[in-house]
């Protein structure tokens, strides 16, 4: 069964830190790019990141560059959100996407919420 699950979400205090993760299953995440989302109360989903198949290239949003970081381990399926500086309006679901030529495959989110 192919599947993207999303982990390490949860409450911080503003300043803070979280590693979210994004692990596969039913297929080698290690073929595809990954994107980063998020998406807050009433807002519109927005990209947060991506990150190239072989590990290079990451790119971030402006209101994120800087702060988080994007990596991936191929060898274990994953990649990675490293979430530095938190701020109250990073608060939002987050979901991973594995992406490519053809079908793309999103995971079910994980809440991130920074409190002020």
């Known amino acids: 069964q192919v599947q993207l699950v999303e982990s390490g979400g949860g409450l911080v205090q503003s300043g803070g830190s979280l590693r979210l993760s994004c692990a596969a299953s039913?297929?080698?995440?290690?073929?595809?790019?990954v994107g980063w989302y998020r998406q807050a109360p009433g807002k519109e989903r927005e990209w947060v990141a991506r990150?190239?198949?072989?590990?290079?290239?990451?790119n971030y949003a402006d209101p994120v560059r800087g702060r988080f970081t994007v990596s991936r381990d191929n060898a274990n399926n994953t990649v990675y959100l490293q979430m530095n500086n938190l701020k109250p309006e990073d608060t939002a679901v987050y979901y991973c996407?594995?992406?490519?030529?053809?079908?793309?495959?999103w995971g079910q989110g994980t809440q991130v919420t920074v409190s002020s």
């Open positions: 996407k594995a992406y490519r030529d053809g079908p793309e495959y």
């Open positions: 990150i190239y198949n072989t590990g290079g290239y990451p």
């Open positions: 039913g297929f080698a995440l290690s073929n595809y790019f």
